[in-house]
């Protein structure tokens, strides 16, 4: 587990700290004062957790063998991409809520779908978390 940013609360110096996970955001947790819950640092995913590139080109396997070489969000082809986006399997029902690596529970995303889409997720998990944050304009 790699902490960054991490430095001990001002207020509380020899209280250490304590690590709070994170799983609506991006981070995988992050490390609070245990006495006034200040923020003193973000916790990476551990090595162990995180997959490699090696099972996503895997999972993608089956829509370049299907011929698929386009998001199947946004529509465009590989060659519409700029050059530092490139495709990713999207699992539809995440692996940590059930979900499997069948080739049914995939999409081809391009990097920047792929990051919208868990965007979208994250604010509807907040909203459904915190109603109060949801406004009704109506």
């Known amino acids: 587990m790699t902490i960054e940013n991490t430095t001990a609360c001002s ?3 020899f209280s250490g700290g304590v690590l709070v996970l994170t799983p609506n955001l991006t981070h995988y947790g992050k ?9 003193l640092g ?3 995913k551990p090595e162990n957790e995180k997959r490699n590139r090696r099972q996503s080109k895997k999972l993608a396997k089956p829509f370049e ?10 529509l465009r082809h590989r060659c519409e991409l700029p050059p530092s986006m490139t495709f ?3 699992h539809i029902v995440e ?3 059930g ?3 069948d080739p049914k529970n995939l999409l081809l995303l391009c990097t920047f779908c792929h990051e919208l889409v868990h965007l979208l997720r994250r604010n ?8 109060e944050l949801v406004k009704v304009w109506w």
């Open 11 to 13: 207020d509380h110096p």
């Open 124 to 131: 509807r998990q907040d909203a459904n978390e915190r109603p």
């Open 42 to 44: 973000w916790v990476k």
């Open 99 to 101: 979900g499997t690596d």
């Open 88 to 90: 990713v399997a999207h």
């Open 95 to 97: 692996v940590r809520d």
């Open 31 to 39: 490390m609070v004062c245990p006495e006034c819950q200040k923020h």
């Open 65 to 74: 063998d299907a011929g698929i070489d386009y998001c199947q969000l946004c």
